[in-house]
C-alpha cells in the first residue's frame, strides 16, 4: 500500500494547500478507500525513509507534519522502485489480474467497490477472484 498512501498524501496536500498532519492523511484515506486508512502511518514513515515524502515539525500544531519531495506520477515511482510496487500489494494484484496498465486512481475505483466502501480488507485471493469473474472476459481469460 505505499504507493495508495503516496497518492492518498498527494490527494490530501492538494485538499489542504500546505504540508499535512498524518491524521489529515488518514482522513483522505478512509474517504478515499476506507481498507487502507489503517496503514497510512507505517506506509509515510517507508516513504520518508525512501527520501519520497519529508516529515517537519509544525510548531502552531504541534505535531509532524508531511510533505512530497518532487512530485512524481505513481507509475514512474513503481517503476523506479520495485519494491514500492510489490508492498503495494493490492495496486499489484489489481494491474497483474487485469494483465494491462491501469491508474492508481482506477484501482482505487475498483477496490472500492470490491470492498464495497467498507474498512475490511478482502483477501488478494477474493480480489483476483471478483476481477477474474468481472474481467475475465474483457482479457481473453
Not at 15 to 41: F, G, Q, W
Not at 62 to 74: A, H, Q, S
Request: aromatic share 10%.
Amino acid at each position: 500500500m505505499p504507493l495508495m498512501v503516496y497518492m492518498f498524501l498527494k490527494n490530501a496536500l492538494e485538499k489542504y494547500e500546505r504540508p499535512v498532519t498524518t491524521s489529515e492523511v488518514e482522513e483522505i484515506a478512509r474517504n478515499t478507500l476506507p481498507m487502507c486508512a489503517d496503514h497510512v502511518v507505517h506506509h509515510l514513515v517507508e516513504l520518508y525513509s525512501k527520501g519520497l515524502i519529508k516529515r517537519g515539525w509544525d510548531n502552531e500544531r504541534k505535531t509532524f507534519v508531511w510533505n512530497i519531495v518532487e512530485d512524481r506520477p505513481i507509475e514512474e515511482l513503481a517503476e523506479k522502485y520495485p519494491d514500492l510496487y510489490i508492498n503495494s500489494l493490492y495496486y499489484h494484484t489489481v494491474r497483474e489480474a487485469l494483465g494491462r496498465e491501469i491508474t492508481m486512481n482506477q484501482v482505487i475505483k475498483i477496490l472500492y467497490k470490491i470492498s464495497k466502501g467498507s474498512s475490511r480488507r478482502p483477501s488478494i485471493t477474493a480480489i483476483k477472484q471478483k476481477l477474474q469473474k468481472e474481467f475475465g472476459k474483457e482479457n481473453g481469460n
